[in-house]
């Protein structure tokens, strides 16, 4: 049995709903030997970190995909990397700004995520869904997360593979926002159904 955890955050700058969570919690689920586990996460600087640690800490996945909002973006942006630097213009929901400071004080410039990026987008790709890599999480509550997580994995040696997907605004989120790209429910919980597949076939991990 393997267990693959995958975290999905709540709504926020002013949002009613996060498609990340939306889709996360809509997953297909077990199969064969697979076990999804899914977890909300809060998206504040102060306690998302902990809340996905502490969850590595009693599962033991072999995989960790973290899922956020980027509202803007047109595809399902796979992360390769996440940076020590918090820089954010806007507060997290708890009301706290962070301008440019480390997630964590003396750790790394940065690290790569673990899982198998360019394998997954192309994995995406080869199915019809829109995918790529991307070079830069932001700066916010996304990028604290996955930076943290690494850093906790890292620091423990413990074997899961981490990673980051990034997900469009839903097409309800920018009825007010002309212009703007979104991607419907249906096709983020696809393919991230697809990215679970891509990762236990293959013995990707
Ligand atoms: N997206 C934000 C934080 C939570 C989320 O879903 C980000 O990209 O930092």
Redesign the pocket.
């Known amino acids: 049995m393997m267990t693959i955890l995958v975290t ?6 002013g949002e009613v709903i ?4 939306e889709a996360v919690s809509r997953l297909q689920g077990d199969s064969g030997d697979v076990r999804i586990e899914r977890l909300l ?1 809060p ?1 504040t600087y102060t306690g998302s970190i902990e809340t996905v640690t502490g969850a590595i800490d009693r599962l033991y996945p072999v995989a960790v995909v973290m ?5 803007g973006r047109a595809e399902l942006s796979v992360e390769r990397v996440a940076v020590n630097c918090d820089d ?1 213009q806007a507060p ?1 929901n708890a009301g706290v700004l962070h301008e440019d400071i480390p997630v964590v004080v003396q750790g790394p410039t940065a690290y790569l995520a673990t899982l198998p990026v360019k394998q997954i987008v192309a994995g995406l790709r080869s199915t019809g869904f829109p995918a790529a890599v991307s070079n830069t ?9 996955f930076y943290g997580v690494l850093h906790h994995v890292a620091t423990r040696n413990l074997n899961t593979r981490a990673g980051f997907v ?1 997900v469009p605004f839903l097409p309800g989120q920018v009825a007010d926002k002309p212009g703007t790209p979104s991607m419907s429910l249906e096709t983020i919980v696809a393919g991230l159904d697809r990215v679970v597949a891509i990762l236990t076939s293959n013995a990707r991990l």
Not at 137 to 145: P, R, S, T, Y
């Open positions: 999905g955050f709540e709504p926020f700058g996060n498609p990340s969570w996460v998206t899922v956020g909002q980027a509202g954010a997290d999480a932001g700066l916010f509550v996304c990028n604290h997360l990034h």
